[in-house]
């Protein structure tokens, strides 16, 4: 269970009086470059800057940000080694045939390909990461909103993310309620406590909503919600420090181009 959200970590970091805008291109900046690179360099060095920037200047925990890797980390591994074993080409280092129609390989290629894709989910992970630690949602519906996102988007996004932290409050109470009274002590157990959680959260959860539409009728809700977003100040060291990040990666990108971890590039 987290006991922590991602919101409230947006909120509190050392980053948060950074304009919105300059985050924002930050993180898409690497995640593009991480795409547009042909090198496992440049992904690696994309996570590097950013992960340095989320521990030491958002201050975010290194337990906190590690266990925000563990599931994209995990299908990074997987697909890793689908790729290693499949791909083929260049030098063989191991092979086996199960099959006549299908053939298990390690080869050169194969190694370089899979390297440079779980680099490249790790950098763009990173760009990703950057934003969701350092940006809250009410600062990206005040973007959304500037961008003249349709309003009934808007209304739509605002009650879908108030409503995944109402549904995870209900599941939080009730999960500690039942730990409280021994509900877990057994796997026979486990799967009844499972079960009624997942009924009384179901109905707290529709109860829930309900009472929020009572509260709307109450305070005339007219079809529009209030955008609370604050819009930060573009300082001159923020914008620096991001141009330069940007102008690194994408001479690295280009630098390391041909570069391979097994053998030289074409």
Same mark, same amino acid.
């Given at each position: 269970?987290?006991?922590?959200?991602?919101?409230?970590?947006?909120?509190?970091?050392?980053?948060?009086?950074?304009?919105?805008?300059?985050?924002?291109?930050?993180?898409?900046?690497?995640?593009?470059?991480?795409?547009?690179?042909?090198?496992?360099?440049?992904?690696?060095?994309?996570?590097?800057?950013?992960?340095?920037?989320?521990? @030491?200047? #958002?201050?975010?925990?290194?337990?906190? =940000? !590690?266990?925000?890797?563990?599931?994209?980390? +995990? *299908? /990074?591994? %997987?697909?890793?080694?689908?790729?290693?074993?499949?791909?083929?080409?260049?030098?063989?280092?191991?092979?086996?045939?199960?099959?006549?129609?299908?053939?298990?390989?390690?080869?050169?290629?194969?190694?370089?390909?899979?390297?440079?894709?779980?680099?490249?989910?790790?950098?763009?992970?990173?760009?990703?990461?950057?934003?969701?630690?350092?940006?809250?949602?009410?600062?990206?519906?005040?973007?959304?909103?500037?961008?003249?996102?349709?309003?009934?988007?808007?209304?739509?996004?605002?009650?879908?993310?108030?409503?995944?932290?109402?549904?995870?409050?209900?599941?939080?109470?009730? @999960?500690? #309620?039942?730990?409280?009274?021994?509900? =877990? !002590?057994?796997?026979?157990?486990?799967?009844? +406590? *499972? /079960?009624? %959680?997942?009924?009384?959260?179901?109905?707290?959860?529709?109860?829930?909503?309900?009472?929020?539409?009572?509260?709307?009728?109450?305070?005339?809700?007219?079809?529009?919600?209030?955008?609370?977003?604050?819009?930060?100040?573009?300082?001159?060291?923020?914008?620096?420090?991001?141009?330069?990040?940007?102008?690194?990666?994408?001479?690295?990108?280009?630098?390391?181009?041909?570069?391979?971890?097994?053998?030289?590039?074409?």
């Amino acid at each position: 269970m987290y006991e922590e959200f991602l919101e409230d970590i947006a909120q509190t970091n050392g980053l948060r009086g950074v304009n919105t805008y300059l985050k924002l291109i930050a993180g898409i900046g690497a995640i593009l470059l991480c795409l547009l690179s042909t090198s496992y360099i440049p992904p690696l060095f994309i996570a590097s800057v950013l992960s340095m920037a989320i521990l @030491y200047l #958002a201050r975010i925990e290194l337990r906190t =940000y !590690g266990e925000l890797f563990i599931v994209p980390f +995990s *299908f /990074a591994v %997987m697909s890793v080694v689908v790729i290693v074993l499949l791909s083929g080409g260049g030098e063989v280092y191991w092979s086996w045939n199960p099959l006549p129609w299908f053939s298990l390989s390690i080869t050169s290629e194969s190694i370089n390909e899979g390297f440079f894709v779980f680099c490249r989910v790790i950098g763009g992970m990173s760009g990703l990461i950057f934003i969701a630690v350092t940006t809250p949602m009410t600062d990206l519906f005040v973007v959304m909103k500037q961008f003249r996102i349709p309003e009934v988007v808007l209304d739509l996004a605002m009650i879908i993310y108030r409503s995944i932290f109402m549904i995870m409050e209900q599941l939080k109470q009730t @999960y500690q #309620a039942q730990v409280m009274r021994l509900g =877990y !002590g057994s796997f026979r157990e486990s799967i009844q +406590s *499972f /079960a009624t %959680m997942c009924g009384s959260v179901f109905i707290a959860s529709w109860e829930s909503g309900e009472d929020l539409i009572r509260a709307m009728d109450a305070r005339c809700y007219s079809g529009k919600f209030a955008i609370l977003g604050e819009t930060r100040p573009v300082e001159f060291l923020p914008v620096l420090a991001v141009a330069v990040f940007l102008i690194l990666s994408s001479l690295v990108v280009v630098i390391s181009r041909n570069i391979t971890l097994i053998g030289a590039g074409p």
